[in-house]
């Protein structure tokens, strides 16, 4: 069965621009995370997405914000980019919240 | 709040064991979770523990201590490819199941 899907692959965008991420789960997944990783660093966690809601949200501006479709594909979305946005985004998906996480390839976005 | 704690990084012999230790701190514990993640790509599963004890697969093995809050990752026959990050993660019901990830522990294998 296909893996989690994140496109784009690599994004360079400018400071003040706004940029949209997508992330298509694994088939049946309902939970969808996703996570900022700048070089060296841990995952830092941005929010979870369930059947359509927010459950968890962690400590990142307003200008990150994400929505889950009917089909529980995900977008998160940033605005206003900082040059310290430049990170890898990881999506996972879940089965359900807590279990065990599938990572895709993650996005490489770069703001200059 | 929750806590996870692991060392900042690790080096080892080619051919040895090394044993990677986790530390946790939170309510409800609901799983523990190893992944391994390569340089510049996606962390890839390796275990969960959900109850005492040593779970092992192949040349990795995991094991947990839910009363002392306490994982650890053993990797046996360390090849050149083990050189990793490797990533910690629990789950709580006092993160309302959010998966709560360490720093990852960073291995460098020598020949």
Known sequence: KAGVTQTPRYLIKTRGQQVTLSCSPISGHRSVSWYQQTPGQGLQFLFEYFSETQRNKGNFPGRFSGRQFSNSRSEMNVSTLELGDSALYLCASSLDSGGRAFFGQGTRLTVV | ?111
């Open chain 2, 1 to 111: 709040g929750q806590n996870i704690d692991q060392p900042t990084e690790m080096t080892a012999t080619e051919g040895a064991i090394v044993q990677i230790n986790c530390t946790y701190q939170t309510s409800g514990f609901n799983g523990l979770f190893w992944y391994q993640q390569h340089a510049g790509e996606a962390p890839t599963f390796l275990s969960y523990n959900v109850l005492d004890g040593l779970e092992e697969k192949g040349r990795f093995s995991s094991f947990l201590s839910r009363s002392k809050g306490y994982s650890y990752l053993l990797l046996k026959e360390l090849q050149m490819k083990d050189s990793a990050s490797y990533l910690c993660a629990v789950s709580a019901t006092d993160s309302n199941y959010q998966l709560i990830w360490g720093a990852g522990t960073k291995l460098i294998i020598k020949p």
